[in-house]
């Protein structure tokens, strides 16, 4: 990761109080690498600082990453005056020199390639089945947090989605983002469950896909139903097929041309059967999962519904 701060605003670091331990801007910036490394340290993977520019103000970008480009360091995160001088430079610094800043930690995240969680999730007003907010829930994921699990200012660990693709990285470079949505089981079926456990079968199955967090009546991928194992299978939808040089393969699967930030990435499933219906949620962290549990050939998944 390399690092560049304006002079204002590097300056007033500097002469600002400190946590503990902590006298200049280097040891603020180091302290957060120390914080997130800590989180993720289970994955096998760290974050290194290897280099921090002092730039004139007014030289870096306004958005963004606030930073220039360089392939040379696979991350890049800018402190500018815009931002941090909004008002006058000790003000917001000497708030934050204080603190660890969650916000820079997650963005760092960022960096290290981790999509939101959330943008696999659809809103209400763009949910044209059930008009529902629809979104994951499964704390192996998000780690209850509707996020990307990080939460720098509590320290709370990551969930084991987080750090087992973190882990799928590693010994590569960085510079690629979210290709770790592209693993997923070559065959997939679901399993629909009644509320007594038993199999459902003869269930009439409808599933429809989200496209840029919006599901409407076109988004129909599936309409089947179910054996007299309660089992159907999720058809794979065609792609152009490619791997990354981090060793991420997207191929032919239920979502097709996965999107890197998730926001093609959920199914909202109706269940129907003996007179009653059903809604389900599955993204595509689930699929992912399953990959890395060892499920490459053959995944299946069940459904438990309160269909009685």
Not at 25 to 54: P, T, Y
Request: a negative charge; aromatic letters at 10%.
């Amino acid at each position: 990761m390399r690092i560049h701060v304006e002079q204002d605003v590097y300056d007033s670091f500097n002469r600002a109080v400190h946590l503990k331990g902590i006298s200049s801007f280097e040891d603020w910036i180091q302290v957060h690498a120390d914080r997130l490394n800590e989180m993720i340290v289970e994955s096998g993977m760290s974050m290194r600082i290897d280099n921090i520019v002092v730039e004139p103000n007014g030289i870096l970008p306004r958005g963004a990453t606030h930073a220039p480009h360089d392939i040379l360091w696979d991350g890049r995160w800018g402190f500018e005056t815009d931002e941090w001088c909004e008002n006058t430079c000790p003000n917001k610094i000497a708030y934050w020199a204080m603190r660890i800043q969650p916000s820079l930690v997650h963005e760092w995240a960022h960096q290290l390639g981790f999509a939101h969680m959330y943008d696999a999730n659809v809103l209400p007003a763009d949910n044209a089945i059930t008009g529902e907010r629809l979104n994951l829930k499964n704390p192996e994921v998000t780690g209850g947090q509707d996020d990307i699990g990080i939460s720098a200012e509590t320290g709370i660990k990551p969930p084991s989605y987080i750090l087992t693709a973190l882990a799928s990285t590693k010994d590569y470079r960085r510079g690629y983002y979210g290709e770790y949505l592209f693993d997923t089981p070559e065959n997939n079926i679901i399993r629909i469950n009644d509320l007594n456990g038993a199999p459902l079968a003869d269930a009439i199955v409808i599933v429809w896909q989200s496209s840029n967090k919006k599901i409407s009546s076109s988004s129909l991928v599936l309409s089947g139903t179910t054996n007299n194992n309660g089992e159907l299978v999720l058809p794979n939808q065609p792609v152009h097929s490619l791997t990354t040089a981090t060793g991420h393969t997207l191929k032919p699967n239920p979502f097709g041309a996965i999107s890197v930030t998730g926001d093609n990435g959920l199914f909202l499933i109706e269940i129907s059967a003996r007179g009653q219906k059903y809604y389900h949620v599955m993204t595509i962290h689930e699929f992912n999962l399953a990959y890395w549990k060892g499920f490459r050939s053959t995944a299946v998944y069940s459904i438990a519904t309160d269909i009685e």
